[in-house]
């Protein structure tokens, strides 16, 4: 891994969602949905344009960093999930394609140096006179990291960690989309027609440009207002009520008001960087040259 993508699992922080599905079709819509509407989830969770106490440039650094990191194992959209046909054996396939990251062996995980070989190679010939595992094959599966990921359940990746509103907002916004037949089958009209091109774009732009990424003919923004319209009306649909009579749609308010507004958490944190801590900098600064008694 390079020191980028060190920085990133280091030194950032994500917050992730792990829902199930019922059947092979549903984890295919539901996977296809997942991957597209990703980078419009870390649109609006993003919350990591410093480091080292400096801007960097993006709204969610950490998504950017991770971005195809490990060889292309890390933060991306996997094109063959939206192949024809695509379900669990064409994963198993693409899968096995995919080289071995490295081995456990008494316990410690040990990189495989100087050579490349794909888990169907190992399969089939062995590697340095061992033979492949169940235990093998999990471990290699647990060592891709796309956007969403496929195991015996789908894991959301894309979101920034944040404050305690909007990780309880997290889980409500994929719930709503996704577990809602309604809801997930207008999301899935909504994204069906991107192409490969298209999300990848959106992978790639909205770690830096966020909600306000232009994108076929409007805005992320916009997108996100609508995937959100979505995710509100399954939660109401699904009518599951606090003591106090709220469904679960009550959690994504704070998520609403980011998409209205086009401010982020990542946008907020500038403002406050260019705005009141650069003036209670410049405040200290100043009271330092004239007296150490006078506290900043």
């Known amino acids: 891994m390079s020191h980028h993508g060190m920085d990133s699992t280091s030194c950032t922080s994500t917050v992730q969602v792990n829902l199930g599905f019922m059947s092979e079709e549903d984890m295919v819509k539901m996977l296809r949905v997942a991957l597209s509407l990703q980078p419009i989830a870390a649109s609006l969770w993003a919350n990591s344009p410093l480091s080292e106490g400096e801007p960097n440039g993006y709204q969610s650094y950490r998504s950017h960093m991770l971005h195809n990191e490990l060889d292309g194992r890390y933060g991306f959209i996997p094109p063959v999930v939206f192949e024809k046909d695509f379900g669990f054996e064409k994963f198993v396939d693409y899968a096995m394609s995919l080289p071995l990251l490295g081995l456990y062996k008494d316990g410690v995980f040990e990189k495989i140096e100087g050579k490349s070989v794909t888990f169907g190679e190992f399969m089939e010939n062995g590697l340095d006179g061992r033979k492949a595992t169940i235990a093998d094959w999990e471990n290699h599966v647990n060592t891709i990291w796309p956007e969403v990921r496929l195991r015996g359940f789908l894991e959301m990746r894309g979101a920034d960690n944040g404050p305690v509103e909007m990780i309880k907002a997290l889980p409500a916004f994929w719930v709503g989309l996704l577990y809602d037949k309604q809801s997930l089958d207008a999301a899935y009209e909504m994204v069906r027609d991107w ?25 992320v923004q916009e997108i996100a207002r609508n995937a959100l319209a979505l995710s509100e009306a399954g939660l109401k649909r699904r009518g599951i009520k606090d003591e106090n009579g ?21 946008i907020r944190l500038l403002e406050s960087y260019y705005g009141k801590w650069r003036a209670i900098s410049t405040r200290c600064s100043r009271s330092k040259t004239t007296s150490r008694r006078r506290p900043c």
Do not use: C
Request: overall charge negative; charged content about 25%; glycine content about 6%.
């Open 246 to 266: 709220n469904d679960e749609s009550i959690y994504l308010a704070p998520v609403h008001e980011i998409a209205n507004s086009g401010k982020n958490w990542a």
């Open 195 to 219: 192409t490969d091109e298209d999300r990848e774009y959106l992978r790639t732009e909205t770690p830096r440009t966020g909600l306000q990424t232009p994108f076929m003919g409007t805005t």
